[in-house]
């Protein structure tokens, strides 16, 4: 390196802050589901998701190359502009995960990039053509096509195993399903950590440290790898409820479904270097699953919120990145400025985080259904199931024979007092047969009384 400025260091110090903060808002996408149908125990899938995440840091440099080359003009962007950005999407990132939403971090990232590098530079500094081939039309398609392919998926499963021993299917499954998300986790690792790759190297070409067109670093890869691992360990407890348990019920079935449909997609996207929100993804393969089974149904309150949020990422980690970046233009101490308002906005967003704390104890809680999904399900029958069936079907015949019992013996209710005894048998012999209407009168006349047995 010929030079690496303070303002450098900052910048590749934040990047990394970001990196973690991806991890574990991005864990859910990755082992919500998992974790949700019981496939694994909550530590031990963050771990594995971990350790998969580096893994697959190394495996690929395209959708770097697309962050650091191809976005924004590298030769008209100041390390000050990458910090500005930065400060946008690390703020984004934490709102979304203290209220529980699985927004895109890609796009949290791309919007505050944008809105930096206009606010620095002018429109102009921003390639529209990548801009929207790469980034704002995979946002579009993704969550659909991954959508789609896990609701096929998801009947062609529950339609092959039928007739299959219910144990023997859940028990396969669930091994699918921890196949299927250690592979949405590698190929989360090939897909986010490398924006933050792409990052750093735009802000080493930046401040001259190294030459334009450079590939990431080894060092970049390996830092960038290990602070995405850490994140992702650390757990994004809120969004994996929201994942697993806000958006539908999974089974296992079609737990595996959607893991391995978003894992294909996510892992065809690297390949060809666009920078897509795994977050959708996930999302929309979570929602077709869903959708695949009979009788299930989507949360839509909690599908309404998550599309809200996709809608406002791009635009609001912009306008932060832009106001941070117009900040930092006003010398070194607007950059310490911005660096002290990011720093005190996290520690009062950790703070109302600890009112209400979610971990691995209680991310299993259910979210209780809107009004929507209420409906949907009043008026869609749940899948036939021998078990709920079995005790529905004797209770005729357990309520015939519990009915004598609640009978009570005629003859402690009928018998009359010893002092009318002999008031009632003189009358007796004259008196005509009592009909049964005037029997049951609760205040018989002394002519009209009848032997206790023809009471009853």
Do not use: C
């Not at 962007?77 to 979304?96: H, K, M, Q």
């Not at 990422?313 to 233009?329: K, M, N, Q, Y």
């Amino acid at each position: 390196m010929e030079s690496f400025s303070l303002i450098l260091a900052i910048v590749v110090i934040t990047a990394l802050a970001f990196d973690f903060t991806n991890g574990f808002h991005d864990t859910a996408n990755a082992m919500a589901t998992t974790i949700s149908t019981g496939a694994l125990k909550p530590k031990v899938a963050v771990a594995l998701s971990a350790a998969l995440n580096l893994v697959g840091a190394f495996l690929s440099v395209e959708v770097a190359n697309t962050i650091s080359k191809g976005l924004v003009d590298e030769t008209g962007i100041r390390p000050e502009v990458i910090f500005a950005a930065l400060v946008g999407a690390i703020l984004w990132n934490l709102l979304t995960w203290l209220v529980g939403l699985p927004s895109s971090s890609s796009h949290a990232l791309m919007g505050g990039l944008i809105g930096a590098a206009i606010a620095s530079a002018g429109f102009g500094a921003v390639h529209g053509g990548v801009l929207v081939t790469k980034v704002l039309l995979p946002a579009v398609a993704a969550p659909v096509v991954a959508g789609l392919a896990a609701m096929v998926s998801t009947r062609l499963s529950y339609t092959i195993g039928r007739k299959s021993d219910g144990k023997a299917a859940d028990k396969g499954h669930r091994a699918g399903q921890i196949a299927s998300a250690g592979l949405v986790s590698l190929a989360h690792g090939t897909n986010d950590a490398q924006k933050t790759m792409g990052v750093i190297t735009l802000a080493l070409i930046a401040g001259g440290a190294i030459a334009p067109g450079s590939n990431p670093p080894t060092w970049v890869i390996l830092s960038a790898g290990l602070a995405i691992a850490l994140g992702t360990y650390i757990g994004g407890w809120r969004i994996i409820r929201t994942m697993g348990k806000g958006l539908t019920d999974l089974q296992p079935q079609q737990g595996f479904a959607a893991q391995t449909s978003a894992a294909t997609a996510i892992l065809a996207s690297s390949h060809l270097g666009f920078s897509l929100s795994t977050t959708h993804v996930v999302s929309g393969s979570v929602m077709g699953a869903g959708l695949g089974r009979k009788g299930g149904v989507v949360r839509w309150s909690t599908a309404t919120r998550m599309a809200v949020a996709w809608i406002l990422t791009l635009p609001a980690a912009a306008l932060v990145g832009a106001g941070a970046e117009l900040v930092t233009g006003l010398g070194d101490w607007g950059t310490a400025l911005v660096a002290l308002f990011l720093v005190a906005s996290s520690a009062v967003i950790y703070k109302l985080s600890r009112r209400e704390v979610v971990d691995h104890t209680n991310v299993n809680h259910e979210e209780p259904a809107g009004v929507v999904t209420q409906a949907i399900a009043a008026v869609t029958p749940p899948p036939a199931s021998p078990v709920a069936a079995g005790p529905a079907a004797p209770e005729p015949a357990a309520q015939a024979a519990e009915q004598p019992l609640t009978v009570p013996a005629p003859e402690p209710l009928t018998v009359p007092a010893p002092e009318d005894l002999a008031a009632a048998f003189p009358a007796q012999a004259t008196a005509p047969a009592v009909p049964a209407a005037q029997a049951a009168d609760p205040a018989p006349t002394a002519a009209q009384a009848v032997p206790p047995a023809a009471t009853v």
